[in-house]
């Protein structure tokens, strides 16, 4: 029993600091059942890192039964082949092995971290195939659950950032299915049942729609037997199109303002973005690095609260996605001066996408994206995140190597053009939380 603790000791506590340069090699092939598979053998540490990722996100939803991809994804760990939810935790934690998973409005993921050694390595990947492969649903814990997320909801419904973040997609969006992966309503989930649950993963955890990443202490034909094993499971059959249409642009700028009883005003505005591989996602990147992505030293850092003092602080980004993800600037102000930081951040916004940023911005944040690279792929789970991204989106085999050469070759002219060509300030979608102004 201590030897187990130790290990788990070691699992949760150390990093790959020595994966941080590049040159990672990436191995790539495809299962007989169609599903890709990403690897990276590293046997510096005796872990094995693995995730596998669906064309199962919010996206999928519909209106009437929005949240359904989420609940999907929630039960799938909540009982599966024939054992409980208490049984899997239990089994997991005597392995010392860690679930988990993520998502969004593209994919759902299951992620499984464990020790690499036969005895309990095996024992995790069994467990882990029987959640991906068999999972129950049952009535008791879709019961359980569906209350849980109604009640967040609920809360959700009162708190300014959430009414502020599903008001932004749904005006940024509309009808698009990025607009509906916000949606989630105490009623769209009370609506959802069993049968929906088990017609949703059967139709969107195909395995010839998935991607599996493995990052870690396994050799190549082990690496292949675990991919073979998690995909064998999986529903099959005729594939559904993961395609979505494409996002339609602000015909005119918007603005939505929601009453609210808090002192602070919650500020979003944005456009539809970029996708990811996109040919301008390097100098959008390194301009938005400069804008509002570069923490202190950003403009509209320096506009607002340095100059100004009318925020704490403020953000810029991009989110790229299957189709146009948002590009999105935030922050709060006091709500008696919510108008007055708007036309700042506007302003500031105007004027770097008509002149574009200066050639010492543009060295500052070459030299600082760059230096500050290593930080990105320092551990196992990092370099996973990557390795999904990476097969989800199909990028290329050397995104991770290419990285630092393409940031350094952006140009002032090419950040500016980028940012003019992509976003129109006169067109945003605004949403104000809490404001004095009518």
Known sequence: ???????????????????????????????????????????????????????????????????????????????????????????????????????DQDRAALTLRTLSSPRESSAALELFAKILQQPEFSP????????????????????????????????????????????????????????????????????????????????????????ATLAAGLPGGTRISASLPAVTYPAAAQTVRIPHPASQSHILLGYPGVRRGDKDYFPLYVGNYILGGGGFVSRLTEEVREKRGLAYSVYSYFMPLSALGPFQIGLQTKREQADETLTVVQNTLAKFIK????AGEMKAARDNVIGGFPLRIDSNAKILSYLSVIGFYHLPLTYLDDFNREIAKVTATQVRDAFARRIDPDKMVVVIVGSDSK
């Open 355 to 358: 002149e574009g940023p200066t």
């Open 1 to 103: 029993m201590a030897t187990t603790k130790r290990c788990v000791a070691f699992l949760f506590g150390i990093v790959m600091a020595s994966t941080a340069s590049a040159g990672l090699p990436i191995q790539h092939w495809v299962t007989t059942t169609g599903i890709e598979v990403y690897f990276v053998e590293n046997h510096e540490l005796p872990i094995l890192d693995l995730a596998v990722n669906f064309p199962a996100g919010s996206s999928r939803d519909s209106r009437d039964k929005a949240g359904l991809a989420g609940l999907t994804h929630a039960l799938l760990s909540q009982g599966a082949g024939g054992l409980s939810d208490e049984e899997i935790s239990r089994r997991m934690a005597d392995l010392g092995a860690v679930l988990g998973g993520e998502m």
């Open 140 to 227: 008791e814990v879709l019961e359980r659950e569906r209350a849980r997320m109604i009640s967040g909801l609920q809360e959700a419904d009162t708190q300014p950032a959430s009414i502020a973040n599903k008001a932004f997609y749904a005006s940024l969006y509309g009808d698009h299915p990025y607009g509906i992966a916000n949606a989630s309503t105490p009623q769209s989930v009370s609506a959802i049942g069993r049968e929906d649950l088990l017609q949703f993963y059967q139709t969107h955890y195909r395995s010839d729609g998935a991607v599996i990443a493995l990052m870690g202490d396994v050799s190549r034909d082990m690496a292949v037997r675990i991919a």
